[in-house]
């Protein structure tokens, strides 16, 4: 994979919510995206109690690549532009292993596939929409649609048979 041409330093909060079910105890889920990274060490509580919590999962980067400039741009056009957070439970504590944070909303529906990552989006802020949108007016190449045509049916050649014979009447 290419080199982004920018990254963008983010840091991620999830939350923890008590589950109603007698099988798990907790429903963890990607809660928000913070504008840079604060100077703290993951998987701090930042709040809550026993029903609810709030925690940095950590440090992520957003890499931008050229050649992914219009799926930038369909995901700022839709009005409510995402930032998808993937995270791999871990099985251990943390339980929760931070893996990657996307702008790109073709790569972050792909992630989904994964049947054991936790993959949800979030809000993008607006100062990542700035950086966005100053990207895509570098880097966005508009490509027109052509309609390919298809090239004609030849009649005849629904009539011939394998090897080029024809089927004899008696």
Known sequence: MSKPLVIIPVGVVVERLKAQSPWIDHIWQPANVLEGVPDMQPWTLLEGNS???LFYAGRA???????DAAHYRENLVTGYPKLWIILR??????????????????????LTE???????PVPMPES????????????????????RKRDKANPEAFARRPGGLTEKKT
């Open 114 to 120: 994964s049947a054991t990552d936790l993959v949800e």
């Open 128 to 147: 990542i929409q700035g950086v966005l949108m100053a990207f895509i007016d570098e880097h966005y190449v508009d490509e027109p649609f052509f309609k």
């Open 61 to 67: 980067e957003i890499g931008l690549h050229a050649g």
């Open 89 to 110: 439970p871990t099985g251990v504590e943390p339980p929760l292993e931070l893996v990657m944070v996307t702008a790109d909303p073709f790569e972050g529906e792909g």
């Open 51 to 53: 029903d609810r919590a």
